[in-house]
């Protein structure tokens, strides 16, 4: 299966709204409500942001929202924040039983 | 706590075999499937393969298969990620995580260095 494809990079000033897109296809992001985000700061392992399209883990903050539509989910992270410098990676399901696909990756900029 | 805890860098040469470890604490081993992940230097996440240790059911992805060898011993709930000839295009961090429902992984290890060069 092919990564999903997501920006190389995006930016926001602090106290902006960011969104990030994953875009794939039928047979991943559209045909399931299966995508989840993980953030991963330079050298450290990633870390579930949004899980299920647009479901928040204990202790994630409410900054970070995710939605779907069609075969292309997005992240958005309100009210950035210095912290939130980070690469960012979209996941989802797969028609291929068990096997899941990672986005291409973004990284975000605080300005 | 979900623990994975992961086994140290290592530095081999071109050739040799290596066998990599991911212990699970926390949680019933035997009952969620265990990802190993492949991220390259500088370079974004790749889904190699899933292994259930419940009944060692075992999926690679099509660009990992017969490449390694993904495998897990529940009686001490952990699992195993293993190479029998390493390339220099192996060198890579490679993480194992906890998928849960085969919706999204909760929990990850550490992460693993393994550096090929002759």
């Known amino acids: 299966q092919s990564a999903l494809t997501q920006p190389a990079s995006v930016s926001g000033s602090p106290g902006q709204s960011i969104t990030i897109s994953c875009t794939g296809t039928s047979s991943d992001v559209g045909g399931f409500n299966y995508v989840s985000w993980y953030q991963q700061h330079p050298d450290k392992a990633p870390k579930l942001m949004i899980y299920?399209?647009?479901y928040r883990p204990s202790g994630v903050s409410s900054r970070f929202s995710g939605s779907k539509s069609g075969n292309t989910a997005s992240l958005t992270i309100s009210g950035l924040q210095a912290e939130d410098e980070a690469d960012y990676y979209c996941?989802?399901?797969?028609?291929?039983?068990?096997?899941?696909?990672f986005g291409t990756g973004t990284k975000v900029t605080v300005l | 706590e979900v623990q994975l805890v992961q086994s140290g860098a290592e530095v081999k040469k071109p050739g040799e075999s290596l066998k990599i470890s991911c212990k699970a604490s926390g949680y019933d081993f035997s009952t969620y499937w265990i990802v190993w992940v492949r991220q390259m230097p500088g370079k974004g996440l790749e889904w190699m393969g899933n292994?259930?240790?419940?009944?060692?059911?075992?999926r690679y992805s099509p660009s990992f298969q017969g490449q390694v060898t993904i495998s897990a011993d529940k009686s001490i709930s952990t699992a195993y990620l293993q190479w029998s000839s390493l390339k220099a295009s192996d060198t890579a961090i490679y993480y194992c995580a906890k998928l849960v429902s085969i919706r999204y992984f909760d929990s990850w290890g550490q992460g693993t260095l393994v550096t090929v060069s002759s």
């Open positions: 299920d399209v647009s």
């Open positions: 996941s989802s399901d797969t028609s291929s039983s068990t096997l899941g696909v």
């Open positions: 292994i259930y240790p419940g009944d060692s059911d075992t």
